[in-house]
């Protein structure tokens, strides 16, 4: 098994591609160690000393260090971790865990201008910031105002606040006049 890596605009994030499919649909985010619990693999990437972080794509990993940690010491661990579960034919989320982060899927009472707004983020912009290791999920618009949360190479990036203000912000207010801002959630 070859795992290639790619770097992300976020220095303390690397992107790490195993030549399979992990994650069949959606995306799930690991923020801290805390919420691992859903993941065998996740459980075993903050057992490496210095990882803060993990997010899985549809065919990728993520994963964010500590800020003084060095790469060159991290990766050959992070790299057994991952070679060693798909290996083993171990499961990426545990069965009961459920499929990628809520976030993503529509819901029938959303309104026309919400449709739109997601619409516009799945087709345009997180394809974009998948290739970045990242995601960007919808968690609400109100007021003209639509509320995104960063996942994964997004979240503590320092590029993220000109990606929201100047790529996504400017985007949505060109396609849905009702929109006037993009703010970033926790």
């Given amino acids: 098994m070859f795992i290639q890596t790619e770097q992300t605009p976020n220095p303390a994030t690397l992107k790490f591609l195993p030549g399979r499919t992990v994650l069949e649909s959606g995306t799930a985010n690991f923020p801290d160690a805390a919420s691992a619990g859903r993941s065998p693999l996740a459980e075993r990437l903050f057992a490496v000393e210095g990882v ?15 800020d003084d940690r060095e790469w060159y010491l991290l990766k050959p661990a992070i790299l057994g971790v991952i070679m060693e579960h798909f290996t083993a034919g171990r499961p990426v989320l545990n069965p009961d865990a459920g499929d990628g982060d809520e976030g993503h899927s529509g819901d029938a009472e959303d309104d026309e ?6 619409e516009l983020l799945d087709t345009r912009v997180r394809p974009a910031v998948a290739q970045d290791g990242g995601d960007i ?9 639509v509320y995104l949360h960063m996942q994964g190479a997004c979240a503590g990036c320092p590029s993220s606040t000109a990606t929201l203000k100047m790529g996504i912000e400017n985007m949505l207010r060109h396609y849905i006049p009702e929109v006037v801002e993009v703010r970033p959630v926790v």
């Fill in 137 to 145: 999920v919808f968690r609400g618009f109100e007021k003209g105002v």
């Fill in 52 to 66: 803060v972080g993990a997010f899985f794509g549809t065919d990728f990993v993520s994963v964010t260090k500590e």
């Fill in 113 to 118: 201008l919400v449709g739109q707004i997601k």
